[in-house]
């Protein structure tokens, strides 16, 4: 099949810590284009994110700090009450260790992409939008800023000037409103395939989505996300980078 369309894949990686390994970083970055590594916070730790750095730069992947809640123990899956200045010192450091990974290796830092919680909770918590918005203009980095398609929140980083990237997702179930469906719902992260490949291919060439009630609806995407701590995150990046080049879509991250 043919297609002009041009689309950034990206996973979130690096996220093992110590004695814990976590994913299958090393295979899943040679069918992306861009890696969102763990800053420490929810995930990861020095040895962890040099070495993931390294890597992608080998293969030619675009970097991403994956920032998130100071919450360790709970992957970065839990709201926690944070101001908005804590929110943007905390963005600043997670960015600001990253990237002098990457100047140490040669290569540079290309985006950042909130994890677990903030990044739920900014789409309908202004405060948390204002943090992350104002953290990313702190920096003055010119990085791009991964964002929740057609949400506000992508409106507001627009506004202020950033480069924002619309991100949506092959792995995960979305309700009719276009939000995430709750990781304690089951169901809501894909474990087939088949399935997430069907769906990256559903917003990559339609910019729709199907959601939890089998209603159609808008998802303009500039990035699709699958996953890197699933059970079957391999063979999902795998079913999703190849049904995307079967249809004519070139894989290329933002500003390469």
Do not use: W
Not at 31 to 36: E, L, R
Not at 37 to 66: N, Q, Y
């Amino acid at each position: 099949m043919d297609s002009d369309k041009v689309l950034d894949l990206n996973s979130d990686l690096g996220e093992s810590f110590g004695n814990y390994e976590m994913g299958f970083d090393d295979e899943i970055m040679r069918v992306i284009s861009s890696a969102n590594i763990a800053c420490g916070f929810h995930a990861s730790d020095p040895m962890v994110m040099r070495r993931t750095v390294r890597e992608a730069a080998k293969l030619g992947v675009s970097i991403g700090a994956h920032t998130s809640y100071p919450d360790l123990v709970g992957f970065g899956r839990r709201k926690m009450d944070l101001t908005p200045e804590e929110i943007v010192n905390d963005l600043i450091y997670q960015v600001g260790a990253l990237h002098m990974f990457c100047v140490v290796e040669g290569t540079r830092l290309n985006h950042v992409k909130a994890h677990g919680a903030i990044y739920n909770t900014a789409v309908n918590h202004e405060p948390t939008a204002r943090g992350l918005v104002d953290g990313m203009k702190t920096l003055d980095m010119d990085l791009f800023f991964y964002l929740p398609a057609g949400t506000d929140l992508l409106g507001m980083a627009r506004e202020a000037g950033l480069n924002a990237v619309a991100e949506a997702f092959a792995d995960r179930l979305y309700d009719d409103e276009g939000n995430l469906v709750s990781r304690r719902i089951p169901g809501s992260v894909f474990e087939d395939p088949e399935r997430a490949a069907s769906q990256a291919e559903e917003i990559a060439l339609h910019g729709r989505v199907t959601t939890q009630s089998g209603k159609t609806i808008p998802m303009e995407a500039d990035s699709i996300c699958v996953h890197g701590d699933s059970r079957t995150s391999l063979e999902i990046s795998r079913a999703v980078h190849r049904r995307l080049v079967d249809a004519g879509v070139r894989i290329q991250a933002p500003g390469r």
